[in-house]
């Protein structure tokens, strides 16, 4: 019994790769951005891979193409497994009531209907954690959890919103926290900013001031990695460094190499790392439901952690 694995919105990959190693086949992938794909066929070179704007097509005809796509793929009694990270950036506090909203819920409820129109044994919605996009899963009666990717040995302070059916995030085991060691040498009195611990004064170069943050130590999750730069700080809050692209990548948990490797400006490696699932709760997540081996009954209950 193999799972297939339709992954819309696929990005460079975060979501692919951690099916990857959980031993899924990547059949379908789907993005409008040629370069996230093509650093996506690169590593993944057996799978078809789409370059389409997602929402051109009626929901319900598009749906009915992917399944097409891929059936020479399946066996009888394979799973199929679709996953959908439709963009969210116009979902976020201060931007709640405008068009863009408005386009990013069309296209959130036009995913979830394509899903519905493929009919896969499971499938999973990855979104900001927004009262917005909350709201919207409330909305469409679908179950969802948030993830705190800190417990599923992601060393970041990110969250996220799941949605999905097939599986359960409590069926997904946890996993520890690696220690900074495990992502990055350095020197033993490096700190580096965050939410927690110690407070300290950072020189903020452009001000010309010294302004509180705080600081904290090896075995506490770092700040969440988006495509903006990351700054080192030692303990008396000077500046020491900026987080390298390689740095990034592994914090993001993807292999090495995988996004940095390729012949693309740092600007997009940035995009593509910070945009992305991290493997390593990809893997854990589709590994549980290759586990499951089939649709598991969702119970009406909503879990909001
Ligand atoms: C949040 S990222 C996906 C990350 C991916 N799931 C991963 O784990 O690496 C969203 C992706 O959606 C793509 N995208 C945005 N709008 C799209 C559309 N209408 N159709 C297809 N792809 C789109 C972007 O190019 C971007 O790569």
Known sequence: MTLHLIDLFCGAGGISEGARLAGANVAVVVDSWADALAIHE???????????????????????????????????????HVHASPPCQAVSIGNTQNRDV????????????????????????????????????????????????????????????????????????????????????????????????????????????RTPRLVVADDAPLYTVTSKPYYFYDKEGFFIEQASVQFLESVQTFPQGYITQMPISTVKMMHLIGNAVPPTFAHALIGTIVKLGGPKAVRARRNTK
Not at 42 to 68: C, M, Q, S, W
């Open 42 to 80: 690169r590593r993944h070179p057996k799978a078809l891979h789409f370059n389409e704007n997602i929402g051109d097509v009626p929901a319900a005809e598009y749906g009915k193409l992917l399944r097409t796509r891929v059936e020479p793929f399946m066996k009888p009694g394979d799973l199929l």
């Open 102 to 209: 408005e386009s990013a819920r069309e296209l959130m409820f036009y995913t979830l209907d394509v899903i519905a129109a493929v009919g896969p044994t499971s499938w999973s919605i990855e979104q900001v954690n927004h009262p917005v996009v909350r709201q919207m899963f409330e909305e469409r009666g679908v179950e969802y959890w948030t993830v705190r990717m800190r417990d599923y040995g992601v060393k970041q302070l990110r969250t996220r919103l799941f949605a999905g059916s097939g599986w359960r995030l409590e069926d997904v085991p946890t996993q520890p926290l690696p220690g900074l060691g495990a992502v990055r040498d350095l020197p033993p009195d490096t700190h580096y900013i965050s939410d927690r611990f110690h407070q300290v004064y950072i020189f903020d170069y452009k001000l010309g001031l």
